[in-house]
């Protein structure tokens, strides 16, 4: 049985940074594409980050380009998204989505930046 559940969130000033856990069972990240998507109030989901199942490719969305980095330890069965520098507009739910068969989400963990 699949599950996918996220950590990490909380609360940090503007400049702050925090990392973001996405725990996998019942299935090897390695072997899926990984990505992590976010939505604020009032508005659609998106994509935040993907990680390919080769590992080698990373796409991220323009806003987090140069401040946020995913990555995976395959031996935790584990994907992470480092946020630095995080801004107010990067308040939002955070979702792990697993594409591995068919999509798989998290629960979601909120991020909040004050400013």
């Known amino acids: 049985q699949v599950h996918i559940v996220e950590s990490g969130g909380g609360l940090v000033q503007l400049g702050g940074s925090l990392r973001l856990s996405c725990a996998a069972s019942g299935f090897t990240v390695s072997g899926a594409t990984m990505t992590w998507y976010r939505q604020a109030p009032g508005k659609e989901r998106e994509m935040v980050a993907v990680l390919t199942v080769s590992g080698r490719t990373r796409n991220y969305a323009e806003s987090v380009k140069g401040r946020f980095t995913i990555s995976r330890d395959d031996a935790k069965n584990t994907v992470y998204l480092q946020m630095n520098n995080l801004k107010p507009e990067d308040t939002a739910v955070y979702y792990c989505?697993?594409?591995?068969?068919?999509?798989?989400w998290g629960q979601g963990t909120q991020v909040t930046v004050s400013s």
């Open positions: 989505n697993a594409l591995y068969i068919r999509n798989f």
